[in-house]
Every structure is written in structure tokens, then in C-alpha cells.
């Protein structure tokens, strides 16, 4: 199967980025979290505005998932001094399910590996079960909880889990 980590740098994909997570979060957030907290943190964290802003002056790296030619999902990614915080990794919902997550966990690990990271670390929902069973599959571990003020009266209720290298 061939498949590509494209990096996401121009404002087409930029553009293309943010529909794409608006489907997937659409999809899958709002049985989670309520329709108006996910266009509220769409807004606030994936639009292109924001991810423009990651990318220009935060340090983050933007990938589309791509599978024999179609796009069917996305990571973003920060590089910090010993680790690596994935910050989204998403598949559209047509292609869960279908092992694309593990090929972007391994480009993933490799990047750790080439800039001599130790681990990967990432914020879930408490409630997203399948995606908590998706990482805990992957060898990741829950390392504490956290409820993070995000504005407009939203938080995020999560767990911080990683995976050492």
C-alpha cells in the first residue's frame, strides 16, 4: 500500500486542512462534547487562522495522511526539547479502521527517532474510548488527568498519555 506524509505548508492546504477537520470533528465530537464546543474549538484551534498560526509561529508541523492518492486523514505535531506532542492525529470516518493511524504513528516515531526525542506524549477526551483503546493498543500509557480552561465556559476534560520511544 502506498502511502504519504504530505507536509502542510501552503494556504490551499491550509485551506483544505480545515475542511477536512471540520468533517471529522463534525463526525465524531459531537456526540463527545456538543455541537457548539466543536465549532467553538474548530474555530479556536483548527481553522486556518489558527493553524496558519501554529505553523508560521509556533513550531508546529501539519501533515496530510495520504493512502494510494486520496487524503484521508491529518497529524499535527510539535517538537519540544525531549518529546514529541501529537497534538491531532485524524482519519475521515470511511477510512478508520483500516490500519492508516499505525502508518502515521510509524512516520511519527521515525521523526522522534531522527530528532532524538524520547517519547510522544498526547491529550485525549476522557470519553473518546475507542481512540483511548486505539493508543493504549499502540503501547501508550495514561500518565495523569487534566481539565484545561479553553474559554467561552468550555474545558477540555482529558488524559495525557505517551508512548517512550
Not at 518529546?83 to 477510512?95: A, E, Q, T, V
Request: aromatic content about 14%; overall charge negative.
Amino acid at each position: 500500500m502506498k502511502y504519504n506524509m504530505i507536509p502542510i505548508k501552503s494556504q490551499n492546504q491550509i485551506e483544505e486542512f480545515a475542511k477536512m477537520a471540520e468533517i471529522v470533528w463534525n463526525e465524531h465530537f459531537t456526540s463527545i462534547i456538543g455541537k457548539e464546543q466543536v465549532d467553538y474549538m474548530l474555530e479556536r484551534f483548527q481553522s486556518e487562522q489558527a493553524v496558519t498560526q501554529q505553523i508560521d509561529n509556533q513550531g508546529y508541523e501539519y501533515y496530510f495522511i495520504e493512502i494510494e492518492g486520496n487524503k484521508v486523514g491529518y497529524s499535527g505535531i510539535h517538537m519540544e526539547a525531549e518529546k514529541m506532542f501529537l497534538s491531532k492525529l485524524y482519519i475521515l470516518k470511511d477510512y478508520r479502521k483500516k490500519g492508516y493511524a499505525s502508518l502515521a504513528f510509524a512516520f511519527l516515531c521515525n521523526r522522534c527517532k531522527e530528532n532524538g526525542l524520547r517519547s510522544i506524549y498526547l491529550t485525549v477526551n476522557k470519553y473518546n474510548t475507542d481512540t483511548i483503546q486505539v493508543y493504549e493498543a499502540k503501547g501508550f500509557k495514561i500518565i495523569k488527568d487534566q481539565v484545561s480552561d479553553i474559554g467561552n465556559g468550555f474545558v477540555m476534560d482529558d488524559y495525557v498519555m505517551e508512548l517512550t520511544i
